[in-house]
């Protein structure tokens, strides 16, 4: 078996022949944006709404999208069936393309770059304690665009992991945004809340598919940002994202010593954008999940349908 794929340009190649060029401004610039979609049963899952994305990235930073979607996908299947692989992430970027190095445009063709890995099945989430940490949230204003630059989203995973969390939790002005690389959800009673599909969240194809089986199962579903303050008022706290699926949370964490941050941010920053936390502190826990249940179940449902050639609802 192949398992893992690497494309180039044109060109399929192994991880030893893959490269990047020296002066390609994905490397230099962080110049462009990508995609990440899930494979189950060797079938790419809900690739038009990631198709969609992508032109609404490539068309926000002035990129022409060098493939139609028929030819996206042919070439999304390809890499699928040369990995082998019926559980897989499949991985792609367009960049601006390769150029010397100069902040102006420069006349060059985009750069597209893809690679197919392996993903084991998931054991449930259901019972898993997971842990959010609050981080100010310091990214910059268009973050609805699915950039290649995600240096603040890896310090805040960074941070989260050495505290011992599953994921770190944005929180902008004394409102929750969503997670460094999810779409955070919260539930009181049957009802719930997600931050508004605004410049100020990535609108995750996951958060859009969700949103849609909890509006078919009944669940009134609130398009709206929920206050740290009102944090205390909720039953449940959950994170979608491609490869987290739904993924329940078992409590929210902060530090202490930095609450003041999380409301606003200080006009001298920190010497290190890593830190550990001072004081840290559960500010939340949960009181069930049965929200959270029932729409992993939902998912679960739809993907096996998916798995058996039933098209999910797009």
């Not at 139609?68 to 040369?82: G, K, P, Q, Y």
């Not at 690679?115 to 981080?135: D, N, Q, R, W």
């Not at 989260?160 to 994921?167: C, D, K, Q, Y």
Request: aromatic residues 10%; glycine residues 4%.
């Amino acid at each position: 078996m192949v398992s893992e794929i690497y494309y180039v340009n044109g060109e399929f190649l192994s991880s030893k022949e893959s490269v990047v060029p020296s002066e390609e401004r994905g490397h230099q610039f962080g110049d462009g944006v990508y995609e990440v979609v899930r494979v189950y049963g060797g079938r790419p899952f809900l690739l038009n709404w990631h198709l969609e994305r992508l032109d609404r990235s490539c068309k926000a930073i002035g990129v022409e999208n060098p493939l139609s979607h028929e030819e996206w996908t042919e070439l999304i299947s390809e890499a699928v069936r040369r990995s082998g692989e019926e559980e897989a992430q499949v991985y792609w970027q367009v960049t601006r393309g390769i150029a010397p190095r100069e902040h102006l445009f420069p006349q060059a063709q985009p750069s597209v770059t893809m690679t197919v890995k392996p993903l084991l099945l998931k054991a449930s989430a259901k019972s898993s304690e997971k842990s959010l940490l609050c981080i100010p949230d310091e990214r910059w204003a268009n973050t609805w665009i699915k950039t290649i630059n995600l240096l603040p989203n890896v310090i805040a995973k960074e941070t989260a992991h050495r505290f011992g969390a599953v994921e770190a939790l944005f929180v902008k002005s004394g409102d929750f945004t969503e997670g460094s690389s999810s779409n955070a959800w919260f539930v009181r009673g049957t009802d719930i809340y997600t931050a508004p599909a605004n410049r100020y969240i990535l609108p995750g194809i996951t958060r859009r598919f969700v949103l849609q089986l909890a509006q078919e199962i009944g669940y009134t579903v609130y398009e709206q940002s929920v206050a740290l303050d009102d944090l205390h008022s909720m039953d449940e706290v959950f994170m979608t994202s491609t490869t987290l699926e739904v993924q329940s949370i078992h409590s929210v964490v902060a530090d202490r010593n930095k609450m003041s941050l999380l409301y606003n941010l200080p006009d001298i920053p920190a010497q290190t954008l890593l830190s550990t936390p001072e004081d840290p502190a559960e500010i939340w826990r949960s009181s069930r999940n049965n929200v959270a249940a029932r729409l992993q179940d939902a998912f679960t449902d739809a993907v096996n349908k998916f798995r058996n050639y039933e098209e999910p609802v797009q």
